[in-house]
Nanobody, 127 residues
Framework: QVQLVESGGGLVQAGGSLRLSCRAS??????????MGWFRQAPGKEREFVAA????????AYADSVKGRFTISRDNAKNTVDLQMLSLKPEDTAAYYC??????????????????WGQGTQVTVSS
């Protein structure tokens, strides 16, 4: 069982930056055994993949829309996974969700492949 709590969302102007953080409370399995991901959902749209990071942090993946602007990282000693967002655009406005999956790297971009989800944190980018 994993409980995930996101923080760091807010209102920012276009071109600005935000850093989201997700803290995990894991029981039964250590945090380092979970592949972690960030997803987002804008009003009226489906939840979409943003970024993922492997258990040890050695592999990362990004949606094309955020590649080069967002960076995912994790600290297994602190049970956290962060999403650094630079050069934000109005189209980045969404609720951002942290997710954990017991499985490995295959299928990381599909939200139905994740076992646990946080409550989300809102990011609003004004033009």
């Amino acid at each position: 069982q994993v409980q995930l709590v996101e923080s760091g969302g807010g209102l920012v102007q276009a071109g600005g930056s935000l850093r989201l953080s997700c803290r995990a409370s894991a029981s039964g399995r250590t945090f380092s055994t979970y592949t972690m991901g960030w997803f987002r959902q804008a009003p009226g749209k489906e939840r979409e993949f943003v970024a993922a990071i492997s258990r040890g942090g050695g592999s990362t993946a990004y949606a094309d829309s955020v590649k080069g602007r967002f960076t995912i990282s994790r600290d297994n000693a602190k049970n956290t996974v962060d999403l650094q967002m630079l050069s934000l655009k109005p189209e980045d406005t969404a609720a951002y969700y942290c997710a954990a999956r017991r499985a490995g790297w295959t299928g990381i971009a599909y939200n139905d492949q994740y076992n646990y989800w946080g409550q989300g944190t809102q990011v609003t980018v004004s033009s």
